[in-house]
């Protein structure tokens, strides 16, 4: 009866939110409006406070796991009105905890061992709970300070009901709602599954720490810290703990002296190193999950926790990204829509002038700005919706990148507003895309390459041989075809001839009986003046 009585809740909370002004429009059938007019909670509860107020209220009213889902649906601001993306951002993990007793049953089952044996010390108030986990403090036994995080009990159980209700919401959204069909919401809902059931697996978010404080290893920009592998599995992650300053904190940045420029630019100067030189970037870097060092404050240092969302781009992702770049910011507008085109980002049958003209009319009013005052993130907004208009399939990759810049950018101008991003940003990928492109890179890729040809190199002879066989067999094959065509093109010449020869024949015969002479003289043919008429007709037909 579980997902019955979760059905009746969530239909509970449409009625309390109003949610169904979503799906009034002129362009809706008669028959589904009166439909919507006529429901008795309409009368009942009043729609006074704007859609995208109650839809988050809604989300917060239905629990961890449509509160996860707002908050990953918030970053989609390619699919989603400005007005539902901003209020959606809102949404925070604030959920009550679960007990802590639950929390040892967990570990020690997981780790099979009990929690005295493991730790030191273990705390039984969370430090703090989120939609799927919770976090514990405690101690090693060798005195190091760490963290642990907890999948909540049954909570595998929870998604998969709560998400096959998602897609009975999103399908209606699809049907009923006229902008439901843009928002793709069935594939919506896929995506976020995906995301959902993957942080499910902690062994995933330890794997992209690791692979990130390797990236970041002996850097003064970035700290990240150590994963215990030892207590580490599905459901239970150890990492070691930080008693940095959160990033927000404004009261406390100052406090100490830290330097807001030097801090401000830093956060970018990751954000690029992550994407362009790594290729793997941490996605999901809200202030709740970056947090400052104390030491050193005139050279801070940030830190980041929680890897549970990581992007990456190809490398022709790469280059094309940071080439669009560049070519918007010189106002080049003919290359990033002949980049656009060229990326496969839009259709290759895409008129080039027009793009360029729709992107020229969105990007030139942001250029009577100073540069210090252009938002790069709304700038790759406007890019992509500009694009969107000319059927610009949905990159995943560049929504995860769009979102962390935005985060990234908005975090900057707190801490210093009159951070120039563009300052910050051009020497970084100039700079990258001359070592990109320089002899040394040519030089790394052909030492990264070489084993590969190495390996290869001893069978490129029978390689070769066996393209030039093909090649000749296509060829000869080529030929054979081309002499059947040949004979095919005789064949139907003779054919039309033939019937042709026929048909005249046959029209010349009827004229002929027509004449009353003709029709005497056959009249008085015998049998076998019939047959030698009918053989010729055939032998005719046939020749």
């Known amino acids: 009866m579980r997902p019955v009585f979760r059905s009746i809740k969530i239909g ?30 309409r009368y009942i509860f009043p729609a006074r406070q704007p859609e995208a107020v109650r839809l988050r209220l809604a989300l917060e009213a239905l629990g961890p796991v449509f509160i996860k889902f707002g908050q990953m649906l918030s970053t989609r601001r390619d699919l989603l009105p400005d007005d539902i993306a ?29 929690v005295s044996e493991i730790f030191q010390t273990f705390d039984a108030d969370p430090m703090a709970s989120a939609s799927v986990a919770q976090v514990h403090g405690a101690t090693l036994k060798d005195g190091r300070a760490v963290v642990v995080k907890v999948i909540r009990p049954g909570i595998d159980k929870v998604i998969r009901q709560d998400i096959s209700l998602l897609y009975t919401l999103a399908w209606m959204v699809c049907h009923l709602w006229s902008e439901g069909r843009r928002l793709r919401p069935i594939e919506v809902v896929e995506e976020y599954e995906q995301t959902i059931f993957d942080e499910l697996d902690l062994r995933k978010e330890a794997a992209n720490g690791s692979q990130l404080r390797r990236n970041f290893e002996g850097s003064s920009m970035l700290y990240v810290p150590e994963i215990f592998w030892d207590y580490t599995r599905r459901n239970v992650l150890v990492m070691e703990r930080i008693y940095g300053i959160p990033v927000a904190d404004m009261q406390q940045l100052n406090a100490q002296h830290t330097n807001m420029e030097k801090l401000a630019e830093r956060g970018v100067e990751i954000f690029f190193t992550q994407v362009f030189r790594d290729s793997f970037f941490h996605a999901d870097m809200h202030p709740g999950n970056i947090f400052v060092s104390r030491e050193n404050p005139d050279n801070p240092q940030y830190i980041a926790v929680d890897f549970g969302i990581i ?21 080049d507008y003919r290359q990033v829509a002949q980049l656009h085109i060229d990326s496969g980002w839009v ?14 009319s969105v990007c030139e009013p942001i250029f009577e700005k100073p540069l210090k005052e252009i938002s790069f993130g709304l700038v790759l907004l406007g890019l992509f919706q500009t694009a969107r208009r000319f059927n610009m399939e949905v990159q995943p990759q560049l929504v995860l990148l769009q979102k962390t810049l935005l985060n990234i950018e908005g975090l900057g101008r707190q801490l210093y507003p009159d951070l120039d991003l563009w300052k910050t940003a051009k020497p970084f990928l100039e700079n990258w895309m001359k070592e990109r492109m320089s002899v040394k890179a040519a030089m790394a890729n052909i030492r990264k390459q070489g084993p590969e040809w190495l390996e290869k190199l001893p069978q490129m002879p029978q390689l070769v041989f066996d393209a030039l066989q093909q090649s000749a067999l296509r060829t000869e094959q080529y030929s054979e075809s081309q002499q059947r ?11 039309t001839r033939r019937h042709l020869l026929v048909g005249a024949t046959a029209i010349l015969t009827v004229m ?9 003289t056959v009249s008085q043919l015998p049998w076998y003046g019939w047959l030698l008429a009918g053989a010729g007709w055939i032998s005719l037909w046939r020749a």
């Open 485 to 495: 065509l040949a004979k095919l093109k005789v064949e139907a010449k003779q054919r």
């Open 311 to 331: 992007g990456s781009l190809s490398e022709e992702d790469q280059s094309y990204l940071a080439r669009n770049i560049l070519a918007f910011f010189q106002r």
């Open 86 to 114: 901003v209020e959606l951002a809102r949404l925070q993990d604030n959920v009550p905890p679960f007990p802590s007793a639950r929390a040892r049953t967990i570990i020690e089952t997981s780790l099979g061992c009990s």
């Open 12 to 41: 509970w909370v449409i009625a309390r939110y109003r949610l169904d002004t979503f799906f009034l429009h002129p362009s809706l059938p008669w028959l589904v409006k009166l439909m919507l007019y006529l429901l008795p909670w």
């Open 347 to 360: 259709p290759r049958d895409t008129n080039v002038h027009a793009f360029e003209t729709a992107i020229r």
């Open 512 to 520: 002929l009986l027509l004449r009353p002479e003709w029709q005497q």
